[in-house]
């Protein structure tokens, strides 16, 4: 690994000097990050340690292009703060019955698993919205949104909460949330590769290359009310996998201030 401080330039000149390598064998066979960790590799860096002088500013992200897997920014439990809301209200008011209930989990496992976003409802009613007046991003429920199919399931949250609004309604504040973000993607290397298997080998081609400067609070905002941000709960009634607040791939740029191609 480098032991010294590249400038800037050089780590451009050495990103150009990659892409034109064509395709390249994945270094780190069988893990999924394949992508990231083979471009580390070829620039001489530890995981995600961009060896610049200010290399804390700095978030190396890559890629691929093969994909429609959502991207996780962060990790981040909705408020109230404290409350457990997902295990404590979701999970036991909204859940169903875990598809390995029975067998792997014990008979009464439930599971609350939903992929949110603003823009269109789950079959299972749920989405969220941005109430700008008070800075928030809310989780909402809609009982005419359901899908028949899950009408029996919705017989039991009818019997369980009501078939209203959440109450109470789970929520980030927006600011919270983008300075979680902030710490991690204030400025980005970002790298997209075209993805193709020689034989038994996945083999890369880095061909997508921007500098991300400037994360933006309104460009965050829109991102989540344009459904390019996404809330992913997964939880079932013995385990919280955590809840992620996710990005739809390639959609990383729209978040800065200033994109600059290389």
């Not at 010294?4 to 990103?15: G, K, S, Y």
């Not at 496992?109 to 007046?133: C, H, K, L, P, W």
Request: glycine share 10%; hydrophobic share 35%.
């Amino acid at each position: 690994m480098a032991e010294r401080f590249m400038t800037r330039e050089e780590l451009i000149r050495r990103l150009r000097e990659i892409r034109e390598m064509g395709f390249v064998p994945n270094t780190r066979p069988g893990n999924d990050g394949g992508v990231g960790n083979t471009l580390e590799d070829l620039l001489g860096i530890q995981e995600n340690n961009l060896p610049l002088p200010n290399g804390g500013e700095w978030e190396l992200k890559a890629q691929r292009d093969d994909t429609d897997s959502l991207t996780t920014l962060l990790h981040k439990e909705p408020g109230p703060r404290g409350s457990r809301i997902v295990s404590r209200v979701l999970l036991p008011r909204y859940g169903w019955p875990h598809h390995r209930a029975g067998s792997v989990h014990p008979s009464d496992e439930m599971s609350f698993r939903q992929t949110i976003n603003a823009m269109e409802r789950t079959d299972r009613g749920f989405g969220i919205y941005v109430d700008r007046s008070s800075g928030r991003l809310l989780v909402s429920f809609c009982a005419v949104a359901v899908d028949p199919r899950h009408g029996e399931w919705l017989a039991t949250v009818q019997q369980r909460a009501g078939l209203g609004e959440l109450n109470p309604q789970p929520y980030w504040d927006l600011e919270d949330l983008f300075c979680a973000a902030s710490r991690k993607l204030h400025n980005c290397f970002y790298v997209r590769a075209a993805v193709r298997r020689e034989g038994r080998q996945e083999c890369y081609h880095y061909r997508e290359m921007m500098i991300l400067e400037g994360l933006s609070f309104e460009r965050f905002v829109e991102a989540i009310e344009r459904g390019g941000i996404l809330i992913d709960f997964d939880a079932r009634t013995r385990h919280n996998h955590g809840t992620k607040v996710r990005m739809r791939q390639g959609r990383l740029p729209d978040l800065y201030a200033r994109v600059t191609r290389i």
